[in-house]
């Protein structure tokens, strides 16, 4: 399709295992962001791609949280050591960069028991 | 830091009302860009509007308005004639050009009832 997709839309996982978000942007987009959006709040930023390096990873909360981005084009958002604070909707979204529209996807709701 | 302020948290109108969304920022930063998203029950956010810092001048599209006054760090959104299909969560957001981050910081929404 033509916007980004993040897969799964949903994941539950117990307390303590790892689990792997992935985000495919829209083609020819260089800027990649993810974001976590708790209930009645809004989006809040976790990390910023420039091609594959990460510009920006100032938002993630932990160490147990990482994103990579390899060639460029897919991410995937890792967490370690899962806790249920965790449990939130994480949002990918991608641009052309410098402060241009953001596309974003549907999410993927994460929930931890 | 930047901050975004949506005092409102939620509102319901019947349609055909006119409806504004308001929106208060903080920067300390000269040169940003200002933005409206609409989040409907789907989840996935639909961007409606990117404003800079340097363009004060009001806009609409459609049914859609912005009113964006530096003066009073304001960017408010006007919806005339609402309809049922405008229900949704609205997020006003703000970016900073400059750093190196594009990192967007949102208000924390604001919810649309439009009942028919």
């Known amino acids: 399709g033509a916007g980004v997709s993040q897969t799964p839309s949903n994941k539950v996982t117990e307390k303590g295992k790892y689990v792997e978000l992935r985000c495919d942007p829209i083609s020819g987009h260089t800027a990649l962001y993810w974001y976590r959006q708790s209930l009645g709040q809004g989006p809040e930023f976790l990390i910023y791609?420039?091609?594959?390096?990460?510009?920006?990873d100032s938002g993630l909360p932990n160490d147990r949280f990482f994103a990579v981005r390899p060639e460029g084009s897919v991410s995937t958002l890792k967490i370690q050591r899962t806790e249920r604070g965790d449990s939130a909707v994480y949002l990918c979204?991608?641009?052309?960069?410098?402060?241009?529209?953001?596309?974003f996807g549907q999410g993927t709701r994460l929930t931890v028991v | 830091a930047q901050k975004v302020t949506q005092a409102q948290t939620e509102i319901s109108v019947v349609e055909k009302e006119d409806v504004t969304l308001d929106c208060v920022y903080e920067t300390r930063d000269t040169t940003y860009y200002l933005f409206w998203y609409k989040q409907p029950p789907s989840g996935e956010l639909v961007f409606l509007i990117r404003?800079?810092?340097?363009?004060?001048q009001n806009e609409i599209s459609g049914r859609y308005s912005w009113n964006f006054q530096k003066s009073t760090s304001s960017f408010n959104f006007t919806i005339t004639a609402s309809q049922v299909v405008d229900s949704a969560v609205y997020f006003c957001a703000l970016t900073l050009p400059q750093g190196g981050s594009e990192e967007l910081v949102f208000g924390k929404g604001m919810k649309l009832t439009v009942n028919p």
């Open positions: 979204a991608s641009s052309f960069g410098m402060n241009t529209e953001a596309f």
């Open positions: 791609f420039q091609g594959t390096g990460a510009a920006d």
């Open positions: 404003r800079n810092s340097f363009d004060e």
